[in-house]
């Protein structure tokens, strides 16, 4: 429950109540704030591992545009998302961001910190086409089509 509460976006304090409204009285508002310190730091540490299990022949790479309340409104944004097929020939999630906006300066970003990471051997990248994504490609990932 703490982990689904923390991955959208709900504060501590709430978090705290719902569980007291499960019946669960021992869990404090520091004892969600360390849960949630543990888990933002497990998702750190994923998306920053190195990809070392490649190369990666077969990358597909989408974004998924979610709405989200920032600053007292409801804005969109965009998790661009890499799977890869590893050097044993296993899908594997290479890296997920999220982007203001589905345009190029995202993408390149995106691109460049997943072969900043290891990312190499690319020969195929599966998406929509969008423009600015197919510019990404052409700049990080040379000889993919």
């Known amino acids: 429950m703490v982990a689904t509460a923390y991955l959208?976006?709900?504060?501590?304090?709430?978090?705290?109540?719902?569980?007291?409204?499960?019946?669960?009285?021992?869990?404090s508002k520091s004892q969600v704030s360390a849960m949630a310190k543990h888990l933002a730091e497990q998702v750190t540490a994923f998306r920053n591992r190195p990809l070392d299990t490649g190369p990666y022949a077969f990358v597909w790479v989408d974004a998924l545009t979610q709405k989200v309340r920032e600053g007292g409104r409801i804005i969109n944004v965009h998790a661009l998302i890499a799977v890869g097929v590893n050097a044993?020939?296993?899908?594997?999630?290479?890296?997920?961001?999220?982007?203001?906006?589905?345009?190029?300066?995202?993408?390149?970003?995106?691109?460049r910190s997943l072969t900043a990471r290891g990312l190499s051997g690319v020969q195929l990248v599966i998406s929509d086409a969008h423009t600015g994504l197919v510019n990404a490609i052409g700049a990080v990932l040379p000889g993919a089509s």
């Open 8 to 27: 959208l976006g709900v504060s501590t304090r709430r978090v705290e109540k719902l569980a007291e409204s499960l019946g669960v009285t021992q869990l």
């Open 88 to 111: 044993d020939g296993h899908r594997e999630i290479l890296g997920i961001d999220v982007a203001t906006a589905e345009d190029g300066a995202g993408w390149l970003a995106f691109l």
